[in-house]
């Protein structure tokens, strides 16, 4: 029987003295979130070291076999320790863990085992989840600072997906990003002075986010229409998709990435299909159908804003993402991004966004089933949709990738020009 090996534990104490590092995955979301750590007396640092070394860490001190979102991770926050630019004695890493069948679960047991190999033991590791899967007392999730980091996830959203629907077309180029900075500054000044995270300042915070970004100059011209989907953080995460977005935006495509409540709100309700299909307890349907309510208030907020709007597309509402999940997939098959990834390639082929890339870490098991193994059921029900499965590894070649991206991208253009002289003569 393996020996349980004890581990550090984050302490009240070491609110005042540690640096909490975190790692990168959704840019603006995560940026938010710093900041209201920081205002929650936490000392809090965004990671955003990456290049080779932070693959070759990863592989140094995680089994190969594991998948490349926990080797990215952990390779990005020991190699951020490594690099002497944090001292070991005085810094605290965290790791979300959602507390299903996926993997992610033991990326905080992963990470304690590569600290120790790494000769940093020393170093606490804090879990944040909901289900009181670890312990640590200087990190509490408080009713107040839970509903910031909610409001930083639907902030979030309401800022991705209306700056990538302006960016392609801006008339001077530059002024999108410059005003997605401005509302993260904004916002996290409001959080600070303890507003801007209930519902109705949230209201009206979209309905001004939304205005701000139609009221850029924009000159729009028909462009390949392209989305992302896939494993939640190699989908999000430029250091694991290789600055996917960025590639595409070049590739002069307009992008459209699934908003990551939508995620959130999957979470709250599987325990729900779990009681439906299985039975269970009371109180799970009573404190996730609290939750799922409470989410679902902050997706119509977001969609309501956009959909002020006629010249954005307002993505698909959780409920309507399950509707279409119905003809496809089942909806007890919930591991990983489970049925929400097959749903979401069925909802980006309906609203325009057909030309589909599915990022997935090579040997995930749920992503291979739910993702690259539907779409041709996808194809079937929806002819119009465009997809390509890329693999994403420490071995996979960024060229190989971005060049069937490319191949896709190709009939791509030759579908929108077709389209395009249909228009006209009509």
Request: proline letters at 5%; aromatic letters at 8%; hydrophobic letters at 40%.
């Amino acid at each position: 029987m393996t020996e349980r090996v004890p581990h550090p534990v984050f302490t009240e104490e070491m609110r005042q003295t540690h640096t909490i590092l975190f790692p990168d995955m959704v840019d603006i979301h995560f940026h938010l979130l710093e900041n209201v750590l920081r205002q929650s007396g936490y000392r809090a640092a965004l990671l955003t070291n990456e290049g080779p070394e932070v693959s070759r860490t990863g592989q140094k001190y995680v089994h190969n076999d594991t998948c490349y979102p926990a080797l990215l991770t952990i390779g990005q926050m020991i190699s951020a320790l490594e690099s002497g630019g944090y001292d070991p004695d005085h810094t605290a890493l965290i790791l979300p863990q959602t507390g299903g069948g996926c993997r992610a679960s033991n990326y905080v047991s992963l990470l304690r085992k590569a600290l120790r190999d790494a000769g940093m033991g020393q170093v606490p590791v804090i879990s944040l989840n909901l289900q009181g899967l670890d312990d640590a007392p200087g990190f509490r999730i408080t009713l107040p600072f839970l509903r910031k980091m909610l409001a930083c996830m639907a902030y979030g959203d309401l800022l991705m997906i209306l700056a990538n629907q302006v960016r392609p077309y801006e008339v001077e180029p530059g002024q999108t990003d410059a005003l997605v900075s401005a509302w993260i500054k904004y916002l996290s000044k409001q959080f600070a002075q303890g507003s801007g995270y209930d519902l109705r300042s949230m209201k009206q915070n979209d309905a001004r986010i939304a205005r701000t970004f139609h009221e850029i100059p924009v000159h729009r011209v028909p462009k390949v229409k392209t989305g992302i989907v896939g494993e939640i953080y190699v989908k999000y995460s430029a250091l694991a998709n290789n600055h996917l977005e960025e590639f595409l935006r070049k590739q002069d495509c307009e992008v459209m990435m699934p908003g990551i409540m939508q995620f959130l709100l999957y979470a709250a309700d599987m325990p729900l299909e779990d009681v439906r299909l299985y039975g269970g307890k009371k109180s799970t349907q009573v404190l996730n159908g609290v939750m799922l309510t409470y989410l679902t208030k902050y997706e119509s907020l977001v969609m309501d804003a956009i959909g002020q709007y006629p010249e954005f597309t307002v993505p698909a509402r959780y409920r309507r993402l399950k509707e279409l999940a119905a003809p496809l997939i089942g909806t007890g098959c919930k591991m990983g991004e489970g049925w929400l990834l097959t749903a979401e390639m069925a909802e980006l082929a309906l609203s325009g966004y057909s030309n589909i890339v599915c990022a997935q870490p090579f040997g995930c098991l749920p992503n291979h089933i739910a993702g690259k193994a539907m779409i041709s059921k996808v194809r079937r029900l929806y002819p119009e949709a465009n997809i390509v499965a890329i693999d994403y590894d420490p071995g996979a070649a960024r060229v190989n990738q971005e060049n069937r991206i490319k191949l896709m991208l190709s009939i791509a253009r030759e579908n929108l020009e077709k389209e395009t002289n249909e228009q006209k003569r009509s």
